[in-house]
């Protein structure tokens, strides 16, 4: 009997000892196990770190320092640097002279967009236009690669000398079409455009205007030089009454909120073409299909400035000094001039003059004589056509 219980007690002592053992090795087999996984992980990293090639510009690799083992293999980290260019989806060509001045245009980038993302004041959308040599500053293609450090005599690209460069905007055509526009509405109260070549807002305005006296499709884009327009625009000897004109009135105004401006004249023939500028998103000027002037304020006791009730100058805007003589065709909806005339919708619905046009155009209606205000469609004796959408 105690001979059966000892080797029982043996058995299971072995059988003990077994489970013991079988647990050793399987802890011992998973720590191995993570290891091997590691080891293989730092590998791949290392060889992924390979296979990418050379490294982003600036970026620096650097050896971390060997605290394991004299045997153990060294493991590389990159560490970024401050960067003159911001590393790009698309890479940068491996010839390109100088990466520090280079940029790849990515997808949804303009020049406009990369200028601002370069903190270099002298770096501007127009600054890179004239440098790369691009005709159209809409117009840069993904992957294009740029030289985005302007005016340092050098081609970074292929660092080649560059030669004193002509500036596109004056080579582009739109001074000559400056020089034209100045000619064709010299006279008519529109100011003359710098001409230097670039399209800027007043430009586009008077262009605008042009295409309405051509009868060209209106627009406030540029004018391809070289173009069908352009070729209209230069042929040009004077400037023609818009279609849309009542010119059955003996004289007639049309206020085109597209271009912001206003053509005037009498029959068939152009007395005026004045800039203006007209209700703002929310209190546009409503569109007309040839109604009446029909009340006119000289406010003479304000040295002709009107203070509107419902606009006030301290709610319509101080700078603009209020209404200046105006003349209503819809409601409380005036022609007045007004001390600032954007190129944009800026007022609470009327049509802003200069004052100096507003001047012009009272005196040609005949009304320098009137002291008091007058409600007599008949006696301010014009038509008023309002057309046209302003889009952003």
Request: charged share 20%; aromatic share 4%; hydrophobic share 40%.
């Amino acid at each position: 009997m105690r001979a059966r219980r000892e080797g029982t007690f043996a058995a299971v002592s072995t059988r003990r000892v077994a489970s013991v053992l079988a647990l050793c090795l399987l802890a011992a087999g998973c720590a191995a196990e993570r290891a091997a996984t590691t080891a293989a992980s730092s590998s791949a990293a290392r060889s992924s770190a390979t296979e990418e090639g050379a490294r982003p510009a600036g970026t620096a690799t650097t050896a971390e320092p060997n605290t394991t083992s004299p045997t153990s293999d060294a493991i590389t980290t990159t560490s970024t640097l401050p960067a003159a260019t911001t590393t790009s989806t698309i890479p940068l060509p491996p010839d390109v002279h100088d990466p520090a001045c280079a940029r790849v245009v990515q997808a949804g980038e303009s020049l406009s967009a990369i200028a601002d993302g370069i903190d270099d004041p002298t770096v501007t959308g127009s600054s890179l236009q004239a440098e790369n040599a691009i005709v159209d500053a809409d117009i840069v293609e993904v992957g294009d690669v740029l030289d985005v450090c302007p005016g340092n005599g050098l081609d970074d690209l292929t660092g080649v000398e560059r030669l004193p460069a002509v500036p596109v905007a004056l080579s582009n055509g739109v001074a000559a079409q400056q020089r034209k526009l100045n000619e064709l509405f010299a006279g008519t109260g529109m100011p003359a455009v710098v001409v230097d070549g670039v399209s800027g807002p007043f430009t586009r305005q008077q262009l605008c205007a042009a295409r309405m006296a051509l009868n060209l499709p209106i627009s406030r884009a540029d004018m391809q030089p070289g173009g069908p327009e352009e070729q209209a625009l230069m042929a040009a000897a004077s400037i023609s009454v818009p279609v849309t004109a009542a010119v059955s009135a003996s004289r007639w105004i049309l206020i085109d909120k597209t271009c912001q401006v206003m053509f005037a004249g009498e029959g068939t023939g152009v007395t005026f073409v004045f800039k203006t500028s007209t209700g703002e998103p929310g209190w546009e000027t409503r569109n007309q299909d040839g109604v009446p002037l029909y009340r006119y304020n000289p406010a003479l006791d304000n040295h002709g400035w009107h203070n509107s009730s419902k606009f006030p100058v301290a709610d319509d805007n101080p700078l603009n000094g209020n209404m200046y003589k105006p003349i209503y065709f819809y409601r409380g909806q005036a022609i007045h001039g007004a001390n600032n005339v954007p190129t944009n919708p800026a007022s609470k619905g009327c049509a802003r003059l200069r004052v100096e046009n507003q001047e012009a155009l009272v005196a040609w209606l005949g009304l320098g004589d009137i002291t008091q205000e007058i409600y007599d469609d008949d006696r301010i004796g014009a038509i008023v056509t309002v057309q046209g959408e302003y889009a952003v």
